[in-house]
Each structure stands twice: as C-alpha cells, then as structure tokens.
Nanobody, 124 residues
Framework: VQLQASGGGLVQPGGSLRLSCVAS????????IGWFRQAPGKDREGVSC????????YYSDPVKGRFTVSRDNAKNTLYLQMSSPKPEDTAVYYC??????????????????WGQGTQVTVSS
C-alpha cells in the first residue's frame, strides 16, 4: 500500500494551490481518504476527507469555504484544491486512508495508511 502526495510549495496569501495524492496497492474507493496537516509544534489535524460509505465530505472549520476535496477513482487519485490560502495554512500536508466511522472521519487516529507529506508554505 502506498500513498504519494505531491503539489506542495510556496504560495502567496490569496493565491491557489492543488495537492494530489496517488494511491496504489489497494482499492481506494473501499477506504475513506483525506488530507491532514501538521504545523511545527502542533498536533496533526484533519483538513478534509471523503467518506467511502456515502462520498460525503468533511472539512475542518478553518478551511471551510476555501478548500475543496475531490477524488478520481479511475486514477486512484485524491485532490485538495486550496483557494485563498492563509499563512496559518502553512504545514506539511499528508494524505491518508482508513475506515473511520463517520463521526470520526476527520480524526487522524482513525487512519492507518499514510503518505510521506508535502510542504505547503503560504507567505508573501
């Protein structure tokens, strides 16, 4: 099982950036899959996830209305479109897959396959 995240980099506040995560070694539509992030000195937190049960989406409050998650099952790829990023969005972003209950879909402890992370820096 492998998750490969890419697309991070330096972006200006108010700009846009798209992250991608390619999954291999398992059938991605059988798993909930999502994006998580960890800033220096902070715990890893859920950003946005898609449930395998009903394709419902989860967004953390700080990113609601600015980030959009999507998946392409034919390509086994997960995306995160980041619009109007803010400096506080600076973090290492990880994609992960698991089988959480819906009430815990944003909890990183419920996921057991992780990608290697991609750095996103929001700065002017």
């Amino acid at each position: 099982v492998q998750l490969q995240a890419s697309g991070g980099g330096l972006v200006q506040p108010g700009g846009s950036l798209r992250l991608s995560c390619v999954a291999s070694g398992f059938i991605s539509e059988d798993y909930s899959i999502g994006w998580f992030r960890q800033a220096p000195g902070k715990d890893r937190e859920g950003v946005s996830c898609i449930s395998s049960k009903d394709d419902s989406t989860y967004y953390s409050d700080p990113v609601k209305g600015r980030f959009t998650v999507s998946r392409d099952n034919a390509k086994n790829t997960l995306y995160l479109q980041m619009s109007s990023p803010k400096p506080e969005d600076t973090a290492v972003y990880y994609c992960a897959a698991g089988r959480p209950v819906l009430s815990s879909i944003g909890d990183p402890r419920m996921y057991y396959y992780w990608g290697q992370g991609t750095q996103v820096t929001v700065s002017s």
